[in-house]
């Protein structure tokens, strides 16, 4: 079926329409400037995306990896995973959009402006998120996940006040310097591909690019290697949002736009941790495993730590999910550190799985907030009767995100669990427990108050529009279904980029 | 080698360029020490071209003059016209002009110290600009933790991103030319989204304090019913 399939529709179309239809999408965007249109340009493309990525996912199922241009575009299961969230949670974005700043303009925090700057941000926002994955050459990488900065700021500004003034500030600031630090690492990765022992350096264009460094990373310079991966892990793992560095994210998250923020939380965290990632496969070539093993599994503890109190003592409802992001993103790195198959498989899981709920809990907790007009837990009561099935869908993604059986989390926890238990890693997983169990003390606190109870000043009931419903609902049927069966595609999917990590 | 006294008189002067962007108090008096901090830039630029013979370095010399001496600097000037006094010039640092003199030299000594532990085989270029490169991007990052007033963190990036294009090129000589353009082009729209931040910056608040501090809403505390 794929076979005739890509005779239809071959894979350099495909490829190049997912990567332009964001672009035509912000033009089409500054030249019709009606509220209506610019909504329906924005559903359109994106559902044109999730579809194209979507035949693009069989490609890939089937032929291993497609390359483009001389291999300028470069796509294997690990970047396709990437893409295909990329194109999901910007798909419910779009639709969560509608509603959420339809809403903001009815209120009149926002006007016609900001209303078209926020669309032409949106998809400028997908262009750029998008090339991340797809792009082979590692200076256009970083290059890419900068622009990402930039643009999400730019979104983050949308409101003028002033903490989120403040929080843009910040993220610029922070995230540009810890950038800096990765360009470091892919500028010393990419000389100890040019240094040969024998000849001076010589400049080649195609040495920049992921597969050859892969390629030749046998031969590489430990020492560099080594200087050059810490760089990389500090560097992206600031954007990551790995602790100690992830001090811009809760800021960040909590102060920007929900349909935005779902995005900076749900994938553009991946995006960065798949900087992260392709360096990791190139060191491990390079040096063996251990050493950026040890790396990820002291980062990634630190950042489920340090997240795990934060959410304990946590007031502001954005402010914890984003603090939440942070411990999932710390389990993610601290699986991909304890390796083996089940291990890496986890950890790939657990990046879709996060992609999934994080934007349902920020997309309920947006008209949580909308409809009792604060942010603060404390004043919240009483979701589930106010608002059955926002409400519902709250406490589903509640119960979701941390671990609980029926949902999918558990699946990638409990796998997670079991590499770390059964690679040597006896301390880290046991100290992995108890911190996951402070966050789920916390978080099922916070979550337990404000589904039920009463509300302080009586609260009008019903839903606030049908289209957030929507998002909400697909998200959940995602959530439900993939905790208890994985398609078979998607399961070929991620083994095929679990063995991408095997073979190094 | 011919050129290694030229290579080290100019990192020398680089050095002592970056130095005079530190002790600089007042916001126009270090945009003009980081004009002529990219003008020394510059001029190494053009030498490694020249050494190494590539056309596409000329290319990176024009770019980082027209856009880091010219652009950046008056768009900087121009947003900054009406913003009142305390929020331009450092008049209570974190840390003492003197103590980021002091530091600056440490991390001077310290980048030249760790970068002879990496194998550069008898590459002069690397050799006299690598330990150069390292310490302007210490020295940018000391500058952005010591300077209180929120504006003035963008000298210490402003200073750091000069490390990087350094680092960049004396390392590689002249990754490909769409790289440093794609950098290029990131530099100039963060300078360029950072000069409305610092526009926004100087109408929204009305106290320098109010930048710094982190919020306490009275939100949420807990009210007693």
């Not at chain 2, 010219?70 to 121009?78: C, D, F, M, T, Y």
Request: proline share 3%; net charge neutral.
């Amino acid at each position: 079926m794929v076979n005739s399939l890509i005779k239809i529709l071959p894979e350099s179309s495909v490829i190049m329409c997912i990567v332009l239809t964001p672009l035509l999408g912000c033009c089409l965007v500054t030249l019709l400037q009606k509220k209506r249109l610019l909504e329906i340009i924005s559903v359109v493309s994106s559902t044109f995306i999730l579809f194209l990525t979507f035949i693009l996912f069989l490609y890939v199922v089937e032929f291993k990896k497609i390359t483009l241009f001389n291999e300028f575009f470069y796509i294997d299961s690990l970047s396709m995973i990437v893409l295909l969230l990329i194109s999901f949670v910007s798909f419910v974005s779009s639709i969560y959009s509608i509603n959420y700043m339809g809403k903001q303009f009815e209120d009149g925090i926002v006007d016609d402006r900001h209303l078209v700057r926020y669309y032409q941000g949106f998809n400028i926002f997908i262009f750029t998120m998008l090339l991340v994955p797809t792009i082979n050459n590692t200076g256009l990488m970083w290059v890419a996940v900068e622009a990402t900065t930039l643009i999400s700021v730019l979104l983050i500004m949308i409101y003028v006040k002033e903490d989120a003034i403040r929080s843009a500030w910040k993220y610029l600031i922070i995230a540009t310097v810890g950038l800096s630090f990765a360009l470091i690492g892919t500028v010393f990765f990419y000389y100890a591909n040019i240094s040969d022992q024998m000849e001076p350096a010589q400049s080649v264009e195609d040495k920049i690019n992921w597969t050859s460094m892969l390629e030749n990373s046998r031969a590489f310079d430990p020492i560099i290697v080594k200087i050059a991966f810490i760089f990389i892990i500090i560097g992206y793992g600031t954007k990551a949002g790995i602790a100690p560095m992830h001090t811009w994210l809760p800021d960040a998250h909590s102060e920007s736009p929900t349909p935005i923020s779902a995005m900076l939380s749900g994938v553009l965290l991946n995006c960065a941790l798949y900087g992260i990632l392709r360096f990791y496969l190139i060191s491990s070539g390079s040096i063996g495993a251990e050493f950026s093993d040890n790396l990820l599994i002291i980062f990634g503890l630190m950042s489920v730590g340090i997240a795990s109190f934060s959410i304990l003592f946590q007031k502001d409802m954005k402010r914890m999910l984003a603090y939440s992001s942070v411990e999932h993103i710390g389990i993610v790195t601290l699986a991909f550190g304890f390796g083996g198959l089940i291990g890496i498989y986890g950890a790939i899981l657990h990046m879709i799985n996060h992609a999934l709920v994080k934007p349902l809990m920020f997309f309920a907790s947006g008209k949580i907030s909308q409809k009792y007009e604060t942010k603060a837990m404390i004043k919240i009561r009483g979701i589930v009767t106010n608002m059955p099935i926002t409400g519902i869908v709250f406490l589903i993604g509640g119960l979701a995100i941390v671990g609980l059986p029926p949902f999918n989390i558990f699946l990638s926890k409990f796998m997670i669990l079991y590499s770390g238990f059964s690679s040597d890693n006896i301390l880290a997983s046991m100290v992995l427990i108890i911190l996951l169990a402070i966050v789920f003390i916390g978080f099922i606190r916070n979550l337990i108050m404000m589904s039920f109870g009463k509300p302080k000043t009586p609260i009008k009931n019903g839903e606030l529009g049908i289209l957030s419903v929507v998002a909400m609902v697909m998200l959940v049927a995602f959530v439900v279904i993939l905790g208890i069966y994985i398609p078979e595609p998607l399961d070929i999917l991620i083994n095929d980029a679990a063995n991408i990590f095997k073979q190094v | 080698m011919v050129y290694n006294n030229l290579l080290i008189f100019l990192s020398g002067t680089l050095l002592i360029s970056t130095i005079v962007l530190v002790i600089k108090r007042e916001f126009s008096g270090w945009i003009q020490a980081y004009r002529y901090q990219t003008i020394v830039l510059t001029i190494i630029t053009v030498v490694i071209g020249y050494i190494t013979n590539n056309w596409e370095i000329y290319v990176a010399a024009t770019i980082t003059f027209s856009l880091k001496a010219l652009i950046v600097p008056r768009l900087l000037i121009k947003v900054t016209e009406n913003i009142s006094y305390d929020f331009k010039n450092e008049t209570k640092p974190y840390l003492s002009i003197r103590t980021l003199l002091v530091g600056s030299a440490i991390l001077v000594a310290l980048s030249y110290f760790s970068t002879q532990q990496i194998r550069l085989g008898d590459d002069v270029i690397a050799m006299s600009f690598l330990p150069v490169s390292i310490s302007l991007l210490l020295i940018g990052l000391l500058v952005m933790v010591g300077r209180k007033v929120t504006l003035n963190q963008i000298v210490g990036l402003l200073i750091l991103e000069n490390g990087l294009f350094l680092f960049v090129l004396s390392l590689t000589h002249g990754i490909s030319l769409i790289i440093e353009i794609g950098i290029f082009i990131d530099i100039l729209v963060g300078i360029v989204i950072s000069s409305i931040l610092i526009h926004r910056i100087g109408y929204t608040f009305d106290d320098i304090n109010d930048v710094n501090q982190s919020h306490e809403n009275l939100e949420y505390t807990e009210e007693l019913d």
